[in-house]
């Protein structure tokens, strides 16, 4: 937005740091810019020290050229130049535009008849600044040699990030109303044709969707004379990056881009018969619109249409079949208002964002269109000397004007502050309100380019951003006390991460989406995840377009990319996965994820001695147990061998058919594909199934007599588990066992082949009395007879 | 006593002791036989025995303390260590500075009385959008750029599936749940389809806080994320709320903080402007409490949202937003392991 265009029609009477930062404050947020900073980059205001003629040429001059940062010397052919002439210097580097080709180049050096050449004196045209490229541009005594020349000659623009309920500000007459209600200054308008033609045209118009089309004036122009632009239209065009065309195409342009609401040129003679419909395209129908693409359209698209045929994409895009030419005479303008939600909608199904269909897709005002329609109609005498003869407005269901009716107390009530009346009045009054006060009654009625003044609320943001929200103080709320409970998950949740954190391992946060190919990555066999996964139809890559059903191979990559600088890794992440369910959203189970790979500690062994040595599986699995004494649950039965992990070093527990926890070693041909060490640990464990396992807290007081304890070793066949053993000999003991520690498990040569030895530690303690050792004698011999029966063991000598 | 004086150890002393006071000494056996002399004599003689032997003891406890404090420096002398050697190395566990960050946000506003909730980060269109004021094709759906995600076991498509843009759909979804009075605090990942460079990430973390009764406004917003803004920043930090536009609040606001690193003055951390942005409030939107059962005219609140990563990277100094979720364990390690 030109500072200068805005000032066609506002007075700024603060600085433009100013204006920006009032602006930004009341809700659209402005920087200033300079509108050249980037196509000048690297071009300077430099002095002509020196010239002479370049030897072996008729017109090429070696010109020396001091731009304040360096003196260098340049070969032009431009006949304008004068020792001490001030003028645009280009250093090597620089984009200008071939004064030939027109195209956009790069500035190199190059030597011209054995003369070196380093960067440009400029031609406007170079600059991009008009069509003179005869003779170099030669500026006035008032810019300083070395200033940026985009600080010379650029011009402020102001940049504003629009909000999309304030399509009122979409054109630079909109702007200029915020500015002038922030002000508190006042507009002025532009000129516009008189009135409406009552002659009737040659054609009708009839809108067949409208629910599409709320609005469609016509006007039929006679006698144009199609020729380039006036000088001033060009450049306003040209200065917010529009190309100029015509001067029929321009004023639409111009027009639009002043007050907000585009337009569109049909030629006369290209539509055939004496209507223009608006209707919805036929399936398949085709049209080749102004970007040279041929379109085939469906009944989604909204088309304008003379009888026979498309001749446009309402909103997004003209018909090349209509195009104004050189020789059209009569021109048929349209304006109109159109449902902006579809205008977005086919704007995205066509990928069309054109600048027509962008302002379309916000909700402008119908009001716009017979003003713009005016605005246009005379710039069009102006400039192509076209006269209007007709013009047709069809707006069968006019838009209401809302009334909107609330008292005083409202401000408070939504503010926390009592704004003085005469402060609300006023703002209301600087953004276009019409208003009427009826006792502690206000009735507001919202200008006619404002769609999103509708309700009590809406006018209390008004008035609190005209008058600034730092007019709202602070509070804290009072009012009653929330009664409300932790939520038991979160708390848990939090607690098992505490846990793991205290058993030294680091929490990691990874992407929620996950590469497809990662999930048979994970399975020994390399098949396909059961079941499916929820899929992103719309991912930012392929890396992120699965929903991830397990975290393992996040873990699994978090730990491969760690590993290539550290000898061991011990990562825990706690995060839903995502299990599809059907007709509902997913089931979001927050499980807890565990990895411990290479060695225990990365270092070296050090002088505090201990060699460093790799995880096992009973590293993992004293973590879990751990996490299950710090959270106080009852660990599950485990049952051994996860098919999906090392089979013979991995157990899983389930629960109505769901695993809830799964831990073991990677199986080996998962940890070579992931290029992980085959000392590679992982644990699943689901948050909520370990919630239900919390055991109630009963904090006895101990015993006050003595335990004592006695060590056994029993052998066994080497197929008995010591969950076994552990089970049987605690029933056995009873409730007088304490403790049942395994002290050693030994295989080898002092016992026969397929045995093994648990030796173990029993602890009993009464809470009755001192046990006798008669007492402690009976119980050991109880455990090892029924170890003898159920299991077939021994003692050991 | 000049056995005494030379005693070296508390050994020497102890024998010393038995020597001179013990049963056997000389002294006992006098003692012994003063009962045997005239009362008078045996007054005397008791008196100057006493006295020797008090004297005798008096000596003998000090050298005794002497001789065990000098043995006692020699011993710690003996057991001197070199205490700049480094101790064994432990693993030092520590949390995410996501998870951290979450922590102290719902702590700070536990203490306002905002209860901490949670809601899926998969979800309907509804929640996201609808409930919010924001109807299908509305522009304002430009600025949540959406994934949206395809269920295996079948789309509906009057009913589409998306991962959440924002922590917002917790509005809808704890009010259609409960009645007023309500003070919450929503902490979750969200999704938008963005490309990735320092400052943006597809997938980030956001909290949202919820407030609703019948007197709350827009100064209890500013209060609270006042409050708040000082709890994490520091008491000298100012706030700043600017008009703003978000559908499913009205009147709506962004919110800044003065710049906590230079005051206000601008510098790099605050884009030279002075102030640092939060995120968006606003007082609920009367379409959002009518799309949930609440009428409006009897209730009212507010909301706001914010970035859990960009408080982070404004108080560690994290140049770079994909380092949260990239995880390097040497970046990690240089959050504190305890929160």
């Known amino acids: 937005m030109p500072v200068r265009w805005l000032r066609d029609y506002v007075d700024i009477a603060v600085p433009l740091e100013e204006l920006a930062r009032l602006l930004t404050m009341a809700g659209i947020e402005t920087e200033i810019a300079n509108d050249k900073a980037d196509a000048w980059r690297h071009m300077w205001v430099g002095r002509i020290t020196a010239l002479e003629r370049v030897p072996q040429s008729k017109h090429l001059q070696l010109a020396t050229v001091d731009y304040g940062h360096g003196v260098r010397q340049v070969v032009t052919g431009a006949s304008n130049l004068k020792e001490g002439q001030v003028v645009p210097y280009a250093e090597v580097g620089a984009s200008y535009i071939d004064g030939k080709t027109g195209e956009r180049a790069t500035l190199k050096p190059t030597k011209l008849l054995g003369v070196r050449s380093e960067g440009m004196v400029m031609s406007e045209k170079e600059l991009g600044l008009g069509e003179d490229h005869e003779g170099i541009l030669i500026l006035n005594g008032q810019h300083e040699v070395g200033e940026p020349l985009a600080e010379a000659l650029g011009e402020s623009v102001f940049v504003c990030e629009l909000q999309p309920n304030r399509a009122d500000c979409l054109g630079v007459l909109g702007l200029a109303r915020e500015v002038a209600a ?31 089309c709320l609005r469609y004036d016509a006007a039929l122009i006679r006698g144009v004379t199609v020729a380039p632009s006036p000088e001033w239209l060009q450049r306003r065009l040209l200065s917010v990056g529009l190309r100029p065309v015509n001067n029929v195409v321009d004023v639409t342009n111009y027009v639009m881009l002043e007050t907000g609401q585009p337009m569109h ?16 395209a036929a399936v398949g129908e085709r049209l080749r619109t102004l970007d040279d693409v041929e379109r085939i359209l469906d009944p989604s698209v909204l088309v304008i249409a003379d009888e026979s045929r498309a001749v446009g994409i309402a909103g997004v895009i003209g018909g090349e079949n209509t195009e104004i030419g050189a020789d059209t005479r009569d021109v048929v303008l349209e304006v ?28 402008l005002s119908p009001e716009l269109v017979p003003f713009a329609l005016r605005r246009a109609t005379l710039l069009l005498r102006e400039v192509a000397g076209g006269e209007t003869y007709a013009v047709i407005d069809v707006y069968p269901e006019r838009r209401v004007v809302p009334n909107i009716r609330m008292p005083f107390t409202a401000f408070r009530r939504l503010l926390g502050v009592e704004l003085p009346r005469d402060l609300v009045t006023d703002a209301l009054r600087r953004i276009g309100c019409r208003y009427a006060v009826d006792g502690d009654l206000l009735v507001v009625t919202p200008p006619p380019w404002r769609t999103d003044i509708n309700i009590p609320e809406d006018v209390v943001e008004e008035a609190a951003r005209i008058v600034g929200y730092d007019h709202i103080p602070l509070h804290i709320p009072d009012g009653e006390l929330m009664l409300h409970e932790r939520h038991p998950d979160v708390e848990f949740r939090e607690r098992a991460r505490d846990a793991l954190v205290g058993f030294g391992l680091q929490e990691v946060v990874s992407h929620a989406l996950i590469d497809p190919d990662w999930l048979p990555h994970v399975r020994p066999d390399g098949t396909a995840a059961r079941p499916e996964p929820l899929r992103v139809t719309n991912p930012t890559s392929r890396e992120q377009s699965v929903v991830r059903p397990t975290l393992e191979p996040s873990l699994l990559d978090t730990a491969r990319r760690n590993l290539r600088w550290a000898s061991g890794v011990a990562l825990f992440e706690i995060a839903p996965v995502y299990l599809p369910r059907r007709a509902d959203l997913p089931d979001e189970r927050w499980t807890i994820g565990i990895l411990l790979a290479g060695r225990v500690h990365d270092a070296p062994r050090t002088w505090v001695g ?40 991995s157990a899983l527990a389930r629960q109505d058919e769901q695993v809830m926890v799964r831990l073991g070693q990677l199986h080996p041909v998962v940890a070579e594909r992931w290029a992980l060490p085959g000392e590679t640990f992982v644990a699943f464990l689901d948050l909520a199934f370990l919630a239900s396992r919390q055991v109630p807290i009963v904090a006895e007081l101990p015993s006050r007599y003595p335990s004592a304890y006695r060590d056994v070793a029993i052998v066994v066949d080497d197929g008995i588990g010591w969950a076994r053993v552990r089970e049987d000999a605690r029933s056995a003991a009873g409730k007088t066992l304490a403790d049942l520690t395994l002290l050693d498990v030994y295989r080898g040569p ?48 | 006593m000049e056995d005494i004086a030379r005693a070296k150890t508390v050994e020497d002393i102890r024998e010393l002791r038995s020597r001179l006071l013990g049963k056997k000494s000389e002294l006992a056996r006098s003692l012994a036989e003063v009962g045997k002399l005239p009362p008078e004599q045996r007054r005397i003689e008791g008196e100057r025995l006493n006295r020797h032997k008090h004297l005798l003891e008096t000596a003998l406890d000090e050298r005794e303390r002497a001789v065990a404090a000098r043995q006692l420096d020699t011993t710690l002398e003996r057991e001197r260590i070199d205490v700049t050697l480094p101790g064994p190395a432990a693993r030092v566990g520590r949390h995410h500075p996501i998870s951290a960050t979450i922590r102290e946000i719902v702590r700070v506003f536990a203490g306002m009385g905002f209860e901490t909730i949670e809601g899926p980060e998969v979800e309907w ?54 009645q007023p009075p309500i003070r919450v605090i929503v902490p979750g990942r969200c999704f938008r389809y963005e490309a990735t460079d320092p400052t943006h990430e597809s997938i980030f973390f956001q909290f949202e806080g919820l407030a609703v009764d019948d007197r709350l406004t827009m100064a209890d917003l500013k209060g609270v994320l006042y409050s708040f803004a000082r709890q994490i920043f520091g008491g000298d930090r100012k706030i700043r709320f600017r008009n703003d536009y978000f559908p499913f609040v009205e009147p709506g606001a962004d919110v800044a903080v003065d710049c ?34 609440y009428d409006p005219e009897r209730w009212q609140g507010f909301a706001f949202g914010c970035g859990v990563e960009r408080l982070s990277m404004l108080r560690q100094g994290v ?17 504190p392991a305890v929160m």
């Open chain 1, 182 to 212: 922030i002000l508190g200054a006042d507009v002025r308008e532009p000129a516009l044709a008189h009135s409406v033609s009552e002659r009737a045209a040659d054609f009708t118009v009839r809108v067949e969707a409208p629910d599409a």
């Open chain 1, 265 to 280: 040129a049909f030629d006369r003679r290209q539509l055939g018969g004496g209507t223009i419909r608006v209707r919805r």
């Open chain 1, 336 to 363: 109109a208002k159109f449902e902006n939600r579809g205008v977005g909608r086919t704007a995205m199904r066509l990928n069309l964002w054109t600048d027509a269909a962008r302002r379309f897709s916000w909700d």
């Open chain 1, 610 to 649: 201990g060699e460093t040595h790799t995880y096992d599986f009973f590293a993992l699995k004293g973590i879990v147990e751990r996490l299950a004494d710090a959270l106080r649950i009852a660990l599950p039965e485990l049952e051994p061998g996860d098919p999906a992990l090392h089979p013979g070093r």
């Open chain 1, 750 to 797: 002092q016992l026969p082949e397929g045995k093994k030895s648990f030796a173990m530690r029993l602890t009993f303690q009464s809470r009755e009395a001192t046990l006798a050792d008669q007492e402690i004698e009976r119980l050991v011999r109880r455990v090892v007879s029924r170890l003898e029966r159920a299991l077939g063991a021994t003692l050991r000598a």
């Open chain 2, 125 to 178: 269109d509804y929640y996201n959008f609808e409930a919010l004021n924001i109807p299908r094709d509305h522009p304002a759906r430009e600025k949540y750029a959406t994934l949206w995600v395809s269920n295996p076991l079948g789309d509906d498509p009057q009913r589409p599936m998306l991962l959440r843009t924002h922590t917002s759909p917790m509005q809808a979804r704890v009010m259609e749940r409960r």
């Open chain 2, 260 to 293: 906590f690193l230079c005051d206000g003055r601008g510098c790099r951390v605050c884009g030279h402007s002075g102030w640092i942005e939060l995120g968006g409030a606003g007082m609920v939107h009367p379409n959002v409490l009518r799309a949930v059962g």
């Open chain 2, 319 to 335: 140049p770079d937003l994909r380092a949260f979720q990239q995880n390097d364990v040497r970046w990690l390690a240089q959050f």
